[in-house]
C-alpha cells in the first residue's frame, strides 16, 4: 500500500439538483468517516448547509464555498492537502477536478488524484475516447459518431439513421441527451446541447432493449467484484434515474448474467479504474447481443442503491481503496465475518421506485425520457417482485394506493399511457390488464419483459378476486396470498369497500402478521451481524429478537421532493446521534437509500420499510419501544401522529393534539380566535358551491389551502370564478 496522505481534500455535489441529490451526501459523509478511521485529516468542499457532511462532526474543516476551479484552487493553496477525492461529489466534484487537473493545479501543488486516474475518467466521460477505448478489447458499443457541432450533429444522424441518439458528454442524469426521430428534432437538442457541452454522440437508437447495470469494485492490486447487478423493468429510452429498478436482475439467463459481469470486470481493468464504479448496458432481449451504453467512474445513485440494497457499504470500502488497500485487507463494516472482496448474495428482491413532482408545476411536459426529471427515490424489500413492488409503489406517495386500483380511463387512454410513458404508466399497464389486453399485447406497445407482465397479471388477478369477496369472506388463505404479494391493508380495504381498521382486525383475527427479516448480504452462508431489517408476509419467523430496553423509534423522511429533502435527513440523524449519545438504543424507519439515515452505522436497528401506519404499528408492536419521534422527518411521520396517538403508541415531543392544531386548517384558524389572533378571512368549505359564495362575499383573489400538506402541496390562488373551477375540478 502507498503512503498515505496526511491531509485529503473532499470534494461535494453542492446544491441538491435533479440527478444529484442525497445520494452524494451519504457517499461523501462515508468516505471521510473511511478517511478518519485512518488518521488522515479531512477537509470538504460543500456550500450545501443542510447535509450531514457539512455538519461538525465529520471534517476536519468545512468550507462552505462554491466548487468550482477558481475557489478549490484558493482552498489548496491554504491547505496544502496532497491528496483529492473527486468521486463522491457527483458530476459537480468530477468536472471541477478534471477543470483542475487540465489547468495543471493538481502538479502545481505535488496532489495525488486518489482512486480513479484523471486518464481512467477521462475515458468515460468524453464519448469519443470512450468507444476508442473500448473497441481495444473488442467490447461492443453502439454505433456512433462524435460531434462537435449542430451542423456534425445532424450529418451524423443521416449517417446513423432516425430514430437515434444524443449523448452529451460531462453531463449529468442525461442532461440535454434525448432521443431524436427527425433532423428538426436533432438539430433542436444539439443546439441546445451545445450550450453547455462541447461534444454530443450521436448513437444508434436500441428501441425495445433491456437495460442492465452492474455495480464494480477494483482496488489498485487488480482485485475486482461485481457487487450488485440491476434491471430496468422499462427498457431503453428511459433514464436509468427514471425507471422502475429490480435488484437482482430478474429475467436474465445463467449465460447472460456471466457474459456481462466477465465483461464489466474486463472493462474496469482496461481502464484501470480504482475504487467504484457503475457499467450499463443495452441487453436485447432476441438474442442478438448486449452494448456497453456508460461508465460513471465515480458514486452515483444507482451505487447508493446497490449499496442499501446489498449491505455491502460501498462508498465507505471505495474510501478505503482509493488510498491503495486492497479488497482482502478491508472488513465489511456491515457483516463484521467477512471482508471487502466477497460479492453480495440476495435472498430477497429489492424494488426501486422514481418520485416526481410534476404536480407542482402546471403545464410541464410529463412525459419521462432517457433526460432526469425524478425527484427522489424509494427503495422497497420482499421476498418476491410483487411484494416489492407494490410496496415500493405506495413508499412514493404519489397519490396511487398500489399497482391496481386506477379504474379510470379509456382503451385510448390506456393505449397512449402505455406508448408515450408517464409517472403513470406502471398504473397503465395494470389497468389495461385489468381491462382485458393481453401480456403480449402490452409488451408489443410497451416493450417491458413479459416476466414482469405476467407478474403484475397475478397481482390483477388477486385484485379483482377480492372486489368479489365481502370482508367475512375472506379466509386465511386469501388474505395470506394478498398479503404476500404486496397488498396492504388499505388496498385490500378499498378492494371489498371496507375500512382500513376492519381489514387489520380481521387480519389479526386470522392471526396473519408480517415476519422481520435481515438484509444479511451473503444469503445466510455466514451468520448475519446486520442492522438492515424488512417487514414481509413470505416468511414464518423472525430473524432477531425483541425486549431490548431504552429504545426510540425515529420516522424518517421518506422519498426526496420539493419542499421535503436533506434537511430532515439531517434532523433524524443529529437526533439519532444525541439519543445513541444519551445512552438510548435507536430504531430508525425509512425507505430512501439515497440519505444517511439508512446508512449502516447511524442507528441500532434500520428498517428499510414503509412509512405508514400499517408498517409503523407493525413494527411498534414487535419492538415496544419507549415511545416514538415524528417531529424529525418533516410531513410524512407528522401526518400518522394522530392515528399512532389513537392507537395508543406514545409519541414524544409535541403531542399529537397540538400537532393536529397546527396542521388542520380549520382547528388552527379556530385556535387564532381564540387568542383574538389577526387572520384572513376564512371558512372551511365542502362544495364548489360554498367555495363560490365564499369568494363573491369577500371578493377575489382567494387562496385554497388543503390540511396536512407540505410546502404548499395543493395550493392555488384563484383571482376568478373559472380559475377557482378549474383548481377545484383538479
Known sequence: MADLPKTVLVLGSSALKIGEAGEFDYSGSQAIKALKEEGIRTVLINPNVATIQTSEHLADEVYFIPVVPEFVEQVI????????????????????????????????????????????????????????????????????????SVEEAVDAGREIGFPCMARVAFALGGLGSGICRTEGELELLATRAFAHTEQILVEEYLAGWKEIEYEVMRDAHDNCITVCNMENIDPMGIHT?????????????????????????????????????????????????????????????????????????????????????SLTDIDNSVTRTT????????????????????????????????????????????????????????????????????????????RKELAEPTERRIFAVAEAIRQGMTTDEVHEITHIDPWFLDKIAGIVAIAQQLRETDLTEIDLGLMRRAKQLGFSDGQIAVAVKATEEEVRDRRHELELFPSVKQIDTLAAEYPAATNYLYLTYNGSEDDVEYGQEGTVMMLGPGAYRIGSSVEFDWCCVNAVRTLRALGYRTLMVNHNPETVSTDYD?????????????????????????????????????????????????????????????????????????????????????????????????????????????????????????????????
Open 241 to 325: 434515474g427514471e425507471s422502475l429498478v429490480v435488484a437482482p436482475s430478474q429475467t436474465l439467463d445463467n449465460e447472460e448474467y456471466h457474459l456481462l459481469r466477465e465483461i464489466a470486470i474486463r472493462v474496469v481493468r482496461h481502464l484501470g479504474i480504482v475504487g467504484e464504479c457503475n457499467i450499463q448496458y443495452a441487453l436485447s432481449p432476441d438474442g442478438d447481443g448486449y452494448r456497453v451504453i456508460e461508465i460513471n467512474a465515480r458514486l452515483s445513485r444507482s451505487s447508493a442503491l446497490a449499496s442499501k440494497a446489498t449491505g455491502y457499504p460501498l462508498a465507505f470500502v471505495a474510501a478505503k481503496l482509493a488510498l491503495g488497500m
Open 602 to 730: 447511524e442507528c441500532d436497528r434500520l428498517y428499510f420499510d414503509e412509512l405508514s401506519f400499517e408498517a409503523v404499528s407493525e413494527i411498534y408492536r414487535k419492538e415496544s419501544p419507549l415511545g416514538i419521534i415524528l417531529s424529525m422527518g418533516g410531513q410524512i411521520p407528522n401526518n400518522l401522529a394522530v392515528r399512532c396517538d389513537e392507537a395508543g403508541m406514545r409519541v414524544l415531543g409535541t403531542s399529537p393534539r397540538s400537532i393536529d392544531r397546527a396542521e388542520n386548517r380549520h382547528i388552527f384558524s379556530s385556535l387564532l380566535e381564540e387568542l383574538d389572533v389577526p387572520q384572513p378571512a376564512w371558512q372551511e368549505l365542502s362544495s364548489v358551491e360554498d367555495t363560490q359564495r365564499f369568494a363573491a362575499e369577500h371578493g377575489y383573489p382567494v387562496i385554497v389551502r388543503p390540511s396536512y400538506v407540505l410546502s404548499g402541496a395543493a395550493m392555488a390562488v384563484a383571482g376568478n370564478d373559472e380559475e377557482l373551477d378549474i383548481f377545484l375540478d383538479k
Open 339 to 414: 471482508c471487502a472482496c466477497f460479492e453480495p448474495a440476495l435472498d430477497y428482491v429489492v424494488v426501486k421506485a422514481p418520485r416526481w413532482d410534476f404536480k407542482k408545476f402546471p403545464g410541464v411536459e410529463e412525459r419521462i425520457g432517457s433526460a432526469m426529471k425524478s425527484v427522489g427515490e424509494v427503495m422497497a424489500i420482499g421476498r418476491g417482485l410483487e411484494e416489492a413492488l407494490q410496496k415500493a409503489l405506495r413508499m412514493t406517495e404519489t397519490g396511487a394506493r398500489g399497482v391496481v386500483l386506477n379504474d379510470d380511463g379509456d382503451d385510448d387512454d390506456i
Open 77 to 148: 493553496e491554504i491547505e496544502r492537502p496532497d491528496g483529492v477525492l473527486l468521486g463522491f461529489g457527483g458530476q459537480t466534484a468530477l468536472n471541477c477536478g478534471v477543470e483542475l487537473y487540465r489547468r495543471g493545479v493538481f502538479e502545481e501543488f505535488g496532489i495525488r488524484v486518489l482512486g480513479a486516474p484523471i486518464e481512467s475518467i477521462l475515458d468515460t466521460e468524453d464519448r469519443e475516447r470512450f468507444v476508442e477505448r473500448l473497441g481495444e478489447i473488442e467490447v461492443t458499443v453502439p454505433r456512433s459518431l462524435p460531434t462537435t
